[in-house]
Nanobody, 115 residues
Framework: QVRLVESGGGLVQAGGSLRLSCAAS????????RSWYRQAPGKQRELVAA???????NYADSVKGRFTISRDTVKNTVYLQMNSLKPEDTAVYYC?????????WGQGTQVTVSS
């Protein structure tokens, strides 16, 4: 079993910053990549950023240059540093991993950006 616990969401004004954290525990020995997704009201869940064990990263076009994903392998934690936030970044942000063909999601953390 794998458990993902997110933290760091909140309310911020446009142009501000937040850092999300996702701590993983349990049978996490075969994680190849860690990802952040988000889901805004009335929209589909979308990939925001991902990082592989090798350190390769990829980002949604809408967040490139503003968001940075990183990981601490010792703490089994992945971070999402979000700068220059925009109202359209408002969503519930979810941590995600896929292990042995099983999808695991965190409980989600709300990010609200006011204009």
């Amino acid at each position: 079993q794998v458990r993902l616990v997110e933290s760091g969401g909140g309310l911020v004004q446009a142009g501000g910053s937040l850092r999300l954290s996702c701590a993983a525990s349990g049978s996490i020995f075969s994680i190849n990549a860690r990802s952040w997704y988000r889901q805004a009201p009335g929209k589909q869940r979308e990939l925001v950023a991902a990082v592989t064990n090798g350190g390769s990263t990829n980002y949604a076009d809408s967040v490139k240059g503003r968001f940075t994903i990183s990981r601490d392998t010792v703490k089994n934690t992945v971070y999402l540093q979000m700068n220059s936030l925009k109202p359209e970044d408002t969503a519930v942000y979810y941590c995600y991993v896929r292990i042995l063909a099983i999808d695991y999601w965190g409980q989600g953390t709300q990010v609200t950006v006011s204009s």
